[in-house]
């Protein structure tokens, strides 16, 4: 920490320190920035060391998005940077967006108040001042703060764009369209927040990178000074029974981060433990649909798990995914796995195809609205007929009085049916025994929750389909006597 500045009054220590401060944001922050703390007052503001790193980083980088835990001083920090820009970068357009607008002045107001505790000497002429704006007059630099509408910015040529809270703007998609082509000639864009959820546009950002373009710095918790495992057992006590929020506002990992708005199904230590074996397949086929990370064995036999996509949207289209998990039968392996949409006469022609290939694989397939169609065809279509298909014990014991048996074609997931499901998938998660080498599954998993109402599944923005195969493929191993690849006798009374 670099000691308190005595009063300048030389002219050519003023021209030196005016130079080091042109030269290096970090220098100008660490010797002449004071902040506002709500317990300290105003004080400098003294670099911790991975501010320093997020600074080089921003130097060095012209797309940047930031996961950041609570209370880093990283709003001070861009306020800071933003104000760097624009006092020593001539004609320096600097945009700082928030979900609002006075959330955004609240982010100018940080960097007026680092300007008005600047030595006069330091200070350049001010030359528009309001509530959304701060100008300098000689560079004709300039801070502007935006609410994050779907169009603020457009029509911008920025030098700098900071996104402050992301994760929390509503039009969050719209509004990155509007304000991104302001920096493609060259402008900085920097995109900070803490977590939201998953499968909102920020996490989507933040996992795309840094093959979207932007490199990705996560901050965890740990790197505030004077925060130590007795702080941590406060916080654990303040949250109580609401763990995953104290993942999302003090994450210790990025994962943890993420898993929010509702309570995560499955053991969050496990999956983040179990996602480590994700690993590329073997190969693929069907444009990369088909992945397959173990080819058949002669002397193995095979599970497959289909789910069926489900959903419409304005134009009837199904938008969710169809998806397939292959599994050994003996050791329950993931093996290999098919996600992709599809009209329902492909899917079925896919499924047969790869249940062949597996050796004549039990396949077992959701009962659901567009399920009953991908059974139709395995069961009746000459071309696609296969003839392997689970079939449900469907017998009601107050009618069939006399021992009969009777069977339906397809999983049904129903309201007895999916908690055990559930269930068995959570214990081998739990266990550390399930091996699924599909990073997609993992990460459907982290997303896989119990919502308010008590109904589980995916949170908005996200998919289970591969849960919900890998939970039929479980169901399936149950349903496979060893040495016998049909899953009931002849004898049996069929009904589809």
């Known amino acids: 920490m670099p000691a308190a500045s005595p009063p300048l009054t030389d002219t050519s220590e003023l021209?030196?320190?005016?130079?080091?401060?042109?030269?290096?944001?970090?220098?100008?922050?660490?010797?002449?920035?004071?902040?506002?703390?709500?317990?300290?007052?105003?004080?400098?503001?003294?670099?911790?060391?991975?501010?320093?790193?997020?600074?080089?980083?921003?130097?060095?980088?012209?797309?940047v998005i930031v996961?950041?835990?609570?209370?880093?001083?990283?709003?001070?920090?861009?306020?800071?940077?933003?104000?760097?820009?624009?006092?020593?970068?001539?004609?320096?357009?600097?945009?700082?967006?928030?979900?609002?607008?006075?959330?955004?002045?609240?982010?100018?107001?940080?960097?007026?108040?680092?300007?008005?505790?600047?030595?006069?000497?330091?200070?350049?002429?001010?030359g528009k001042r309001n509530e959304t704006t701060l100008q300098f007059e000689r560079r004709g630099s300039k801070i502007t703060a935006l609410p994050a509408t779907e169009d603020a910015g457009r029509s911008e040529s920025a030098s700098l764009v900071i996104v402050d809270e992301a994760a929390f703007h509503p039009?969050?998609?719209?509004?990155?369209?509007?304000?991104?082509?302001?920096?493609?000639?060259?402008?900085?864009?920097?995109?900070?927040?803490?977590?939201n959820g998953r499968g909102n546009w920020y996490h989507q950002m933040w996992s795309g990178a840094p093959a979207n373009g932007f490199t990705p710095v996560f901050l965890p918790w740990t790197l505030r000074p004077g925060r130590d495992g007795d702080?941590?057992?406060?916080?654990?006590?303040?949250?109580?029974?609401?763990?995953?929020?104290?993942?999302?506002?003090?994450?210790?990992?990025?994962?943890?981060?993420?898993?929010?708005?509702?309570?995560?199904?499955?053991?969050?230590?496990?999956?983040?433990?179990?996602?480590?074996?994700?690993?590329?397949p073997?190969?693929?086929?069907?444009?990369?649909?088909?992945?397959?990370?173990?080819?058949?064995?002669?002397?193995?036999?095979?599970?497959?798990?289909?789910?069926?996509?489900?959903?419409?949207?304005?134009?009837?289209?199904r938008y969710?995914?169809?998806?397939?998990?292959?599994?050994?039968?003996?050791?329950?392996?993931?093996v290999a796995s098919l996600h992709g949409q599809w009209p329902l006469d492909q899917?079925?022609?896919?499924?047969?195809?790869?249940?062949?290939?597996?050796?004549?694989a039990l396949l077992g397939v959701e009962r659901n609205n567009h399920g009953h169609a991908v059974l139709e065809h395995l069961l009746h279509n000459d071309a696609l007929r296969y003839d392997n298909v689970y079939r449900h014990d469907e017998t009601d014991p107050l009618r069939d009085k006399h021992g009969a048996r009777t069977y339906k074609a397809g999983w049904p997931t129903t309201a007895k049916t999916k908690p055990l499901a559930e269930q068995e998938i959570?214990?081998?998660?739990?266990?550390?025994?399930?091996?699924?080498?599909?990073?997609?599954?993992?990460?459907?998993?982290?997303?896989?929750?119990?919502?308010?109402?008590?109904?589980?599944?995916?949170?908005?923005?996200?998919?289970d389909d591969r849960v919900l195969a890998h939970m039929i493929a479980l169901q399936m191993r149950q349903h496979v006597q060893a040495g016998q690849m049909l899953p009931i006798s002849v004898a049996a009374r069929w009904r589809s």
Request: hydrophobic residues 40%; contains cysteine.
């Open 15 to 63: 021209s030196i320190e005016y130079n080091a401060c042109f030269d290096s944001v970090a220098y100008f922050l660490d010797h002449y920035a004071r902040i506002s703390d709500p317990q300290a007052g105003i004080m400098p503001f003294h670099l911790w060391d991975f501010q320093r790193d997020l600074l080089d980083t921003l130097n060095g980088e012209q797309r």
């Open 67 to 126: 996961l950041k835990a609570r209370q880093l001083g990283v709003s001070w920090l861009m306020a800071g940077y933003a104000l760097w820009v624009a006092m020593f970068q001539d004609g320096a357009n600097v945009l700082m967006l928030s979900k609002r607008l006075d959330e955004a002045v609240t982010l100018l107001d940080k960097c007026e108040h680092i300007f008005m505790q600047l030595p006069a000497w330091l200070q350049p002429k001010v």
């Open 171 to 195: 039009a969050a998609e719209a509004n990155y369209s509007a304000y991104k082509p302001t920096v493609d000639a060259g402008g900085k864009l920097i995109i900070v927040s803490t977590a």
């Open 231 to 280: 702080w941590w057992a406060r916080q654990q006590a303040e949250y109580g029974a609401m763990p995953y929020l104290l993942a999302q506002e003090y994450p210790l990992t990025s994962t943890e981060a993420f898993v929010s708005s509702g309570a995560c199904l499955f053991d969050l230590a496990s999956l983040q433990e179990l996602q480590a074996m994700a690993r590329s």
């Open 282 to 317: 073997l190969s693929t086929a069907d444009n990369g649909a088909l992945q397959v990370w173990q080819r058949p064995r002669p002397s193995c036999q095979y599970v497959v798990g289909a789910d069926v996509a489900e959903g419409t949207d304005a134009g009837n289209d």
């Open 320 to 334: 969710d995914y169809d998806a397939a998990v292959v599994l050994e039968r003996q050791t329950g392996v993931h």
């Open 347 to 360: 899917y079925a022609r896919l499924l047969r195809e790869l249940a062949t290939q597996y050796n004549h």
């Open 426 to 463: 959570a214990a081998w998660i739990k266990s550390g025994s399930l091996v699924n080498y599909d990073a997609g599954f993992w990460d459907e998993c982290l997303s896989y929750v119990r919502h308010g109402d008590g109904k589980t599944g995916h949170q908005g923005g996200c998919h």
